[in-house]
């Protein structure tokens, strides 16, 4: 793996979260968030993330946030750390086993990663296994990530293709 490989980290408490709470609705309704965190170099790592708020909308095949709520909590966060923790990607939930992204999920990851012109984590939370990748613009498909190595601060994932040739 080289150096400029972007590595993603995310905390514990944050995958527990958000597993927790797309399972305690699961088969029910779509759950999902921002995730919050900071930039290091490329590497980015997720502190926190939001759950859903009574503003979004959700149904079993689907989940649409509003962005009234999210965007406070993520201003609030970036004002408390003096300016490091801001919006960097989004979760949702998938009422599938192993989750794969649908053709709404790349467009609107797309739109965000454009309209924020810095790379993104999106993370797919499934029954299963959660799909994590990184968006860059410009670039039309997110790259696929995996599992790498667990510490303390969290659980890194790195390029499945970089991964794979090391
Ligand atoms: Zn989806």
Redesign the pocket.
Known sequence: MTDSSPVILIAHDVLERITADAASFAGRK?RGGILIGLRRGPHIEIRDATLPMRWDFSTFIS?RRSPRGHQSVALRRWRESSHTLDWVGEW?S?PEKHPR??S??LRSWRAAVEGRGAPMVFV?VGYAAKWVSLAIPGSLRPIEYRQSETSSAGIAFVDMSQAAKS
């Open positions: 779509e989940f949702h998938h992204p649908s709404i999920d797919i």
